[in-house]
């Protein structure tokens, strides 16, 4: 039997391959995704374990940054190989180097963690299909986030990914609360901006609800979140679940792009990246030219 020759993704910009790798890993050990000098975060691990295969230094570009504390099950990044370097990822009776890349990625880092191994796991490797970028070609992202309120019995198995609010919320109040910021709206109030980007954001989903065993689940997606984002919408749904502030409170906020004391950040240790969306694969190209184009602007478009 003759082996099929590997897939080889398309020839990027400066002779690299495009590569995507699907990622899952416990937050709780990290000072967030981007590189800090002297602090442990998820790129940094990631980046040292694909230098240890590659033997040169490797820069990922990831779908959504997460800050310290914020786990993920669906998050995704890109890197650039060349073509020696991606057909020489195969080992033994190995064909496709996307599978071998998976397998020896994820043993580089058990190394790299050494006690925290596991923390961090590739969930799938492969070709990305041409124009693919992580960040811009994506369509929508998905979080989650756990609350238990006093009422709710406390598991403390889930301690770490749960929310344990002093004050019983009233689900109903949020859901009604929320539903006004659904759309293409400013978020200043409700972000930390960051110079030379816009604030606009297309808010497709931010509801809540309570599950069998109490906990309040809440499911937010957006096209994509400035910095702090979710965290600020759920800090603002507390005060207003928990009766500190009336249903309308978040909105008038919105409208008023206000940013103040009461702008608190709920806990990050709940907040999971569950999901990207991206279009198919003839589409990233022209998505990822849209999303740079819209970003790149301070003002809505």
Request: proline share 6%; charged share 25%.
């Amino acid at each position: 039997m003759i082996d099929q020759e590997p897939a080889v993704p398309d020839l990027g910009g400066g002779g690299f391959l495009r590569v995507r790798l699907d990622l899952a890993y416990d937050g709780g050990p990290f000072s967030g995704w981007g590189i800090q000098p002297g602090l442990l975060t998820v790129q940094g691990v990631l980046e040292e374990s694909l230098a240890m295969l590659l033997r040169r230094p490797v820069r990922l570009t990831v779908a959504g940054r997460t800050d310290a504390g914020v786990h993920a099950r669906g998050q995704v990044a890109h890197l650039g190989v060349t073509q020696g370097e991606w057909l020489g990822l195969r080992r033994g009776h190995d064909v496709v180097p996307g599978d071998s890349l998976q397998r020896r990625l994820n043993g580089a880092l058990s190394w790299v963690l050494k006690d925290l191994h596991g923390a961090v796991e590739v969930v799938a490797a492969g070709p990305a299909p041409h124009g693919f970028d992580a960040r811009f070609s994506a369509l929508w992202r998905r979080y989650s986030y756990r609350i238990a309120d006093a009422s709710t019995r406390r598991d403390p198995l889930q301690r770490a990914v749960t929310l344990w609010h002093k004050s019983d919320l009233d689900v109903a109040v949020m859901n009604q609360a929320s539903r006004p910021l659904l759309g293409l709206h400013d978020f200043k109030a409700f972000a930390k901006p960051r110079e030379g980007t816009t604030t606009v954001r297309t808010l497709q989903r931010l509801d809540y609800e309570r599950g069998p065993d109490g906990v309040i689940n809440v499911n937010v997606q957006a096209d994509a979140f400035c910095h702090n984002m979710v965290r600020a919408l759920m800090g603002a749904a507390l005060r207003v679940g928990d009766g500190r502030e009336g249903p309308d409170w978040m909105h008038q906020r919105l409208l008023a792009g206000v940013r103040d004391a009461n702008s608190v950040l709920a806990a990050p240790h709940p907040l999971i990246l569950e999901q990207v969306h991206y279009p198919d694969d003839s589409d990233v190209l022209e998505r990822a030219t849209l999303t740079r184009a819209r970003r790149a602007s301070p003002s809505p478009l």
